[in-house]
Antibody, heavy 121, light 107 residues
Framework: EVQLVESGGTLVQPGESLRLSCAAS????????MNWVRQAPGKRLEWVSF????????YYADSVKGRFTISRDNAKNSLYLQMNSLRDEDTAVYYC??????????????WGRGTTVTVSS | DIQMTQSPTSLSASVGDRVTITCRAS??????LTWYQQRPGKAPQLLIY???SLQSGVPSRFSGSGSGTDFTLTISSLQPEDFGTYFC?????????FGQGTKLEIK
């Protein structure tokens, strides 16, 4: 079964750091670009970051650029999001999602169930 | 950044109705447009890619059309399981942006 499972979400204080993980199974992870997408309570989906299969191209939303770092370990079938200098507005459910192709034309066809990050003092 | 605007923001329809949701981009995005359904408390599910191609496993009552700036998602005959929020997303250029969502309620 094709599956993505996120982990690492928790309650943190503003300014702290957190690392999210996404474990992939059931498909050849090394062949796919991946995304992080988040959704704050009652808000629209917000794309956060994108990484190509061999990590040669990485994009970030302006809202996280310079604070978040996306990475992957193809040997471990895992995607990561290192989040530093967290702010209240980073509170959201974070999803990892598989991109159908590196041009992002085919859409995000596999999603995890999400992990919740709460930033609050 | 490319802004994506959906309409309506919410609607209520009956089983068997034809439902149409529109998505407008602030500039041309060719056909780099995808549609997703999200049921409450669940992850989004891809319905349509490349503006008009049906994702494998998605019922044929769903269809998409459009190119450039104006796009449409149509459900030809609404079913009870079609409730939820529908989002469009452009992937023509980063940041990849989503519409604000259309909440669909079944009467």
């Amino acid at each position: 079964e094709v599956q993505l499972v996120e982990s690492g979400g928790t309650l943190v204080q503003p300014g702290e750091s957190l690392r999210l993980s996404c474990a992939a199974s059931g498909f050849s992870f090394r062949n796919y670009a991946m995304n992080w997408v988040r959704q704050a309570p009652g808000k629209r989906l917000e794309w956060v970051s994108f990484i190509t299969p061999v990590s040669d191209t990485i994009y970030y939303a302006d809202s996280v650029k310079g604070r978040f770092t996306i990475s992957r370990d193809n040997a471990k079938n895992s995607l990561y999001l290192q989040m530093n200098s967290l702010r209240d507005e980073d509170t959201a459910v974070y999803y990892c999602a598989r991109e159908g192709d590196i041009s992002a034309y085919l859409g995000m066809d596999v999603w995890g169930r999400g992990t919740t990050v709460t930033v609050s003092s | 950044d490319i802004q994506m605007t959906q309409s309506p923001t919410s609607l209520s329809a009956s089983v068997g109705d034809r439902v149409t949701i529109t998505c407008r981009a602030s500039q041309s995005i060719s056909s780099y447009l995808t549609w997703y359904q999200q049921r409450p408390g669940k992850a989004p599910q891809l319905l349509i890619y490349a503006a008009s191609s049906l994702q494998s496993g998605v019922p044929s009552r769903f269809s998409g059309s459009g190119s450039g700036t104006d796009f449409t998602l149509t459900i030809s005959s609404l079913q009870p399981e079609d409730f939820g929020t529908y989002f469009c997303r452009q992937s023509y250029s980063t940041p990849y942006t989503f519409g604000q969502g259309t909440k669909l309620e079944i009467k």
